[in-house]
């Protein structure tokens, strides 16, 4: 236990296994610039299908109404693989995402990881703390996630996400979800998020968004003092259909 103990004290740049296991931890907090992927997943899932939470996806499911967590990248972009051996870049590189080494994090943070990332089922947690999340501020897998989920519930339990979920098979406007942003975290924060969308045989369907944050990543920052702190960005896509759970 003690040895454990001293271990989660070292610095993360001295063992990149100890990297890879997210025992690493940072002494000090900083403000750091990050970007949180949030997809819709039933948008993804329509080109994803053989994915095995695509495969189970259900209108019920909590990810059928609501973001789900694709990853919090710490920037600048090219910030990438901090600390990890080369091995393990080539097979997360390679998409065998479940060779890559199991993640120890909490029993209940990974129960809500499950439903706010439901790349889980694809062990896509492990390909994001890998890539990115070694990168991170808060140095620990726990660290990581539990600041990754706290924001992405901020998000869903904002009226931006009820503007999607009330907009199921429609078409929004980029300047509706800008002008939501505004009003739920201030205004400025609309030109801090990115739209992806995709094409869908005739349709347009809004696959993800980004949104840039600047600070201290912990559970005293709110996620409108990150995002007003960061620099705005181009709008990405002009708008898109919030698409509905279930292959169309």
């Avoid at 029993?107 to 991170?136: A, D, N, Y």
């Avoid at 505004?182 to 993800?208: P, T, V």
Wanted: glycine share 10%; hydrophobic share 35%; proline share 5%.
């Amino acid at each position: 236990m003690l040895f454990a103990r001293l271990l989660t004290r070292l610095p993360c740049g001295l063992f990149s296994v100890l990297v890879i296991l997210g025992y690493c931890e940072v002494s000090q907090a900083k403000n750091s610039f990050a970007i949180l992927a949030i997809s819709w997943q039933p948008a993804f899932c329509e080109y994803r299908q053989n994915r095995p939470e695509c495969a189970s996806q259900i209108s019920t499911r909590y990810d059928a109404s609501h973001f789900s967590l694709h990853g919090l990248w710490p920037g600048p972009r090219s910030r990438v693989y901090c600390g990890i051996p080369g091995p393990t870049i080539k097979l997360d590189k390679s998409g065998r995402w479940g060779k890559l080494p199991e993640l120890h994090l909490n029993p209940s943070l990974m129960s809500k990881l499950r439903q706010i990332m439901p790349g889980t089922r694809s062990f896509l947690q492990r390909h994001e703390w890998v890539k990115h999340g070694s990168c991170h501020e808060n140095g620990s897998t726990n660290g990581y996630y539990s600041d990754s989920l706290r924001l992405v519930n901020e998000l869903n339990n904002s009226p931006v996400q009820k503007l999607f979920s009330d907009s199921l098979g429609k078409f929004l406007k980029v300047e509706d979800i800008q002008a939501m942003f505004n009003m739920a975290f201030g205004k400025g924060s609309g030109q801090r998020i990115r739209l992806k969308c995709r094409k869908d045989g005739d349709r347009l369907l809004i696959s993800e968004l980004t949104i840039g944050l600047y600070g201290i990543f912990d559970e005293h920052t709110s996620l409108s003092k990150l995002i007003l702190a960061a620099n705005p960005t181009n709008s990405g896509c002009k708008g898109g259909i919030v698409d509905r759970a279930g292959i169309q």
